[in-house]
């Protein structure tokens, strides 16, 4: 009990990055005038061969709100809608960006949720990396725009793609139940369940199912410290518990949950990576990262690709992306970092 108390003691502050809120790649445009951006993108659509250049050179340097200025105004002046407009102008890749920056982002995640379970085989990969960084409002927003876009609940829709013990921490993980981070530490309770974490692996079966509530109600401050403690108890990181003790998608799930709780920066970096480690860019998967970080933390998931993979984000996408797919790809990274 006095080495317990002696490890709590010196786990007040966790050892994990920042809250990186606010870490912006892409912010808004200071010399922002609708009307010059809407009149640009109609020129540039109506130009011989169409000017992709100049469509990515507003859409992808415009913040999330101005975007929406933007469609809106566009469709009040041309009576069309805007990304009807581009999907017609463009194609392949670049279409897939553009697209993406004019959707709501929770619109966006529900129509990369539809498309991981649609056709032959799911992408469970894409389902769980969505439902372990979303938060509990977006998961809300998520559910909500699933259900009015597809006409069928996300939970329903989940069940029919997944099983097992992932089926239930992609479930528990939907409900978005997970506590805020507070200033008020519960050393108690990160003892309690630091100490039941490890009582279950110690298990010759151990039921994972009761790790499920406290990996996905607990605040992620708490559970760092939790994880610390664990570590104390098994001699051996949460992470490598899951991965000699679980297998398949199971593995997969429980996995990426506690790194995005670890370090959500870095867990997006390796999904980055992955996107373009091997030959063929997996530019789907690219294309949703930068997109859905862009506008929150890819500052921070820059630093952290750039600390473990040796090698810049920006340089990384510059050399496995070409033409002004690569343009608006680099836009939304935004810079080098030497």
Sequence with gaps: MVLVNEILRQIVEVDRPMNWGGLATLK???NFFVDEDVKGLKKAMDAKGVDEAAIVKILSNRSWDQRQLIAKAFEKQYNMDLAEALK????????????CLLRAPEKQDAQELKQAMDGLGT?????????VTRSNRE???????YARDFGK?????????????????LLTLLKGQREDDSNIIN??????????????ASQKKP???????????????HLNRVFKLYKVYSGQDISETVRKLMKGDEEKGFLALVQSIQNTPEYVADRLHLSMKNLGTKDGIL???LVAHCEKDLLSVRAAYKNKYGKSLYSTVRDDTKGDYQTALLGLCRGEDL
């Design 28 to 30: 808004p445009y200071a």
């Design 88 to 99: 017609k102008k463009l194609s392949g890749y670049l279409e897939n960006v553009m697209m």
């Design 123 to 131: 992408d469970e990969d894409s389902l769980i990396e969505v439902l």
């Design 139 to 145: 998961l809300q927003l998520i559910t909500q725009t």
């Design 153 to 169: 609940p996300l939970e329903q829709a989940l069940r029919g793609e997944v099983k097992g013990r992932l089926l239930t921490l």
């Design 187 to 200: 050393y108690e309770l990160i003892e309690e369940d630091a100490r039941h974490l490890h009582a279950i």
């Design 207 to 221: 039921d994972f199912d009761s790790w499920i509530p406290i990996l996905t109600e607990r605040s992620q401050n």
């Design 287 to 289: 294309t949703r990262l």
